[in-house]
């Protein structure tokens, strides 16, 4: 099974209004990523936060991480059209290998 | 701005006849790796290499799939013969090697249809 799995498996927002995502995974990590995918696109990486950091920011984005839940959130703040994608979280459990998870379909609705 | 390119960026084919896609990871980038994107198994790492070599390829069917680098600008994934089942989005991502490992940068993916 899947080391990340992604929760909701879809969101669907109005625009402006903050789109929180969560990721929970299995077994002990060094980093965590966040990685976003357009529709007919490659995965593009957004933010990537350490087993010991707890919290990162970056623009719009926001990302927590909870060692003893194995958990992780990315809350983007005022969506926008353009933030309409698949969100994936990606684990480095496995050796020298990401894990993706199987993602988070956001819409942005105007 | 450098990226990973891929080629062909889709390919429509037969039951049984050969793929080959081709991938140019980003200048400097020492790993490579090779996913498959379908609805149904979401993103699956079937091959990565570093520094050319192979470091792990068991996502990958071996009886048809072969992933190769001609050179350090050059990462083919070629399958013979190939199977409807095959039918997906196939990604290349090129990045440095680093423990814990670090960014992945994607290609934008070679969109593959077997009939």
């Known amino acids: 099974s899947q080391q990340g799995e992604e929760d909701p498996q879809a969101l669907s927002i109005q625009e402006g209004e903050n789109a929180t995502m969560n990721c929970s995974y299995k077994?002990?990590?060094?980093?965590l990523q966040w990685y976003r995918q357009n529709s007919g696109r490659g995965l593009v990486h957004l933010i990537l936060?350490?087993?010991?950091?707890r919290e990162k920011h970056s623009g719009r984005l926001r990302v927590t991480l909870d060692t003893s839940k194995k958990s992780s959130s990315l809350l983007i703040t005022a969506s926008r059209a353009a933030d309409t994608a698949s969100y994936f979280c990606?684990?480095?459990?496995?050796?020298?290998?990401?894990?993706f998870g199987q993602g988070t379909r956001l819409t942005i609705n105007p | 701005d450098a990226r990973v390119t891929q080629t062909p960026r889709h390919k429509v084919t037969e039951m049984g006849q050969e793929v080959t896609m081709r991938c140019q990871p980003i200048?400097?980038?020492?790993?490579v790796f090779w996913y498959r994107q379908t609805m149904m198994q979401g993103l699956e790492l079937l091959a990565y290499?570093?520094?050319?070599?192979?470091?792990?390829d068991s996502g990958m069917p071996k009886d048809r799939f072969s992933a190769e680098m001609p050179d350090a600008t050059l990462a083919t994934l070629k399958i013979q013969p190939s199977e409807p089942r095959d039918s997906a989005v196939y990604f290349c991502?090129?990045?440095?090697?680093?423990?814990?490992?670090?960014?992945?940068?994607f290609g934008p993916g070679t969109r593959l249809t077997v009939l």
């Open positions: 991502a090129s990045g440095l090697f680093r423990v814990p490992p670090d960014t992945q940068y």
């Open positions: 077994t002990s990590i060094n980093n």
């Open positions: 936060i350490r087993s010991n950091e």
């Open positions: 990606a684990t480095d459990a496995r050796a020298q290998k990401l894990v």
């Open positions: 200048l400097g980038h020492n790993t």
């Open positions: 290499f570093r520094n050319r070599a192979p470091l792990d």
